[in-house]
């Protein structure tokens, strides 16, 4: 009986816990996923006249973004859309870093 509460309280210890994200959530299919990443992209980068601390903030933004888009690229190398949405996502970060960079600190 000792060994049944054991073995239980563990199971809920361990399943209780909230695991830590580091991307964005999405869910439904690769499809629906991506459709959203490359939605959020857009909205990100036809903001405006943003202050240097927007941009920094953005930047962090669309380059997790990013590296989300080439991981389902990375799970669907079959798909050349995919692919090039990585690639597009991409360039957005590497857009956002050379903004952020120019900023005066």
Do not use: H
């Not at 439904?28 to 992209?41: I, P, V």
């Not at 920094?56 to 690229?73: D, H, M, P, Q, R």
């Amino acid at each position: 009986m000792t060994r049944i509460l054991f073995v239980l309280s563990l199971s809920v210890a361990l399943f209780a816990c909230p695991k830590a994200t580091t991307g964005p959530v999405l869910g439904g299919s690769d499809d629906e996923k991506m459709d959203s990443l490359a939605a959020q992209l857009e909205e990100l980068r036809t903001r405006t006249n943003t202050e240097c601390s927007e941009t920094c903030s953005l930047k962090v933004k669309v380059c997790n973004l990013s590296e989300t888009a080439c991981e389902i690229a990375g799970r669907n190398a079959d798909r050349a859309e995919y692919q090039k949405r990585c690639v597009t996502a991409q360039e957005e970060c590497a857009k956002f870093n050379e903004a952020c960079s120019t900023c005066k600190k």
